[in-house]
């Protein structure tokens, strides 16, 4: 209630706390989409190890979760693909009817691991989209000029001080090529390097993104989402930027946790006969939160905020 900001927090937040399944350090960074009567998610689960991992979840209503407490295991039907040795910050697409899966995978450094399922049951792997180093692959929800669109951020193998957003492309999903750059952080709270978030939703205008931006401060980085236009059929064009953020880490659970200062967009969820979009975003590498926006508002503040 009051918010004035463009991205008002669910009063319900913390949504998933970080012991959500009984060996569970933190749940965070996750992706959610509608499925079924409800809805479906796929979950970064920090272990009591500390090893990354990515399992299911289910919701009636979106707000409240129940998140398996056994890993996802991907079916591998090529011997020549390698395992993936973790999981972490995915995001789900529903491409060609079916449900896509992206996360930072481990293969031989960071990369972007790529699976496919239509039940959230079974999960079947596909080869790697792109080299290590990356992270932040995104998909787009349908087709541009016939291809597969995805965003990434190419990075190295530690916590990368630089990164920009670049995209590729592919007819099969499997072969990607192509590649545009997309844009660079410009503001000090995305001076450090940006990244896509949730899957772009599409509007008569062009492709509104969400993305983290990061500041480097005295006390280390500090995470902020920004907004984005991109052209519609060609998405590696920005049409309209936002100059200032839309969310920072301003409450107690996005300033304290394993990684202070995080806020980190995963999913937006957009009803289009509203313009009501949910974002769920993961805060101090904790906890899973959920906040909400309209397409009008988004708009509103790239026109009151120009890039």
């Given at each position: 209630m009051g918010s004035h900001d463009p991205i008002w927090?669910?009063?319900?937040?913390?949504?998933?706390?970080?012991?959500?399944?009984?060996?569970?350090?933190?749940?965070?960074?996750?992706?959610?989409?509608?499925?079924?009567?409800?809805?479906?998610?796929?979950?970064?689960?920090?272990?009591?190890?500390?090893?990354?991992?990515?399992?299911?979840?289910?919701?009636?209503?979106?707000?409240?979760?129940?998140?398996?407490?056994?890993?996802?295991?991907?079916?591998?039907?090529?011997?020549?693909?390698?395992?993936?040795?973790?999981?972490?910050?995915?995001?789900v697409c529903r491409l060609d009817g079916r449900?896509?899966?992206?996360?930072?995978?481990?293969?031989?450094?960071?990369?972007?691991?790529?699976?496919?399922?239509?039940?959230?049951?079974?999960?079947?792997?596909?080869?790697?989209?792109?080299?290590?180093?990356?992270?932040?692959?995104?998909?787009?929800?349908?087709?541009?000029?016939?291809?597969?669109?995805m965003l990434s951020r190419p990075s190295d193998n530690g916590h990368t001080p630089f990164g920009d957003i670049f995209l590729s492309q592919s007819d099969d999903l499997v072969h990607w090529g192509k590649h545009r750059h997309v844009m660079a952080g410009i503001q000090p709270w995305e001076s450090t390097k940006i990244g896509a978030g949730p899957v772009p939703i599409e509007t008569t205008e062009g492709w509104l993104l969400l993305y983290h931006g990061v500041l480097t401060s005295c006390s280390g980085y500090v995470y902020h989402a920004g907004v984005a236009l991109l052209d519609l059929e060609q998405p590696w064009k920005v049409r309209r930027r936002a100059a200032a953020y839309i969310l920072s880490p301003h409450e107690t659970y996005e300033r304290m946790?394993?990684?202070?200062?995080?806020?980190?967009?995963?999913?937006?969820?957009?009803?289009?006969?509203?313009?009501?979009?949910?974002?769920?975003?993961?805060?101090?590498d904790t906890v899973t939160c959920l906040g909400f926006t309209t397409v009008e508002a988004l708009f509103g503040h790239m026109e009151a905020f120009p890039s």
């Open positions: 927090r669910s009063s319900r937040n913390p949504i998933i706390p970080r012991d959500a399944t009984p060996t569970s350090n933190g749940v965070f960074n996750s992706a959610a989409v509608p499925f079924g009567t409800g809805f479906a998610g796929v979950f970064r689960c920090d272990d009591r190890h500390r090893r990354m991992r990515l399992h299911t979840g289910f919701s009636g209503d979106g707000v409240s979760w129940q998140v398996k407490p056994e890993p996802i295991f991907f079916e591998i039907p090529d011997p020549q693909i390698e395992k993936p040795e973790y999981g972490y910050d995915p995001r449900y896509y899966v992206t996360w930072c995978t481990g293969f031989h450094g960071p990369a972007i691991g790529l699976a496919v399922t239509d039940d959230f049951a079974r999960f079947e792997m596909i080869e790697n989209a792109l080299l290590p180093y990356n992270r932040n692959g995104v998909l787009f929800p349908r087709r541009i000029g016939g291809k597969a669109m946790g394993d990684v202070p200062n995080v806020v980190f967009p995963c999913a937006a969820i957009a009803d289009p006969a509203t313009g009501r979009i949910a974002v769920y975003y993961g805060a101090a």
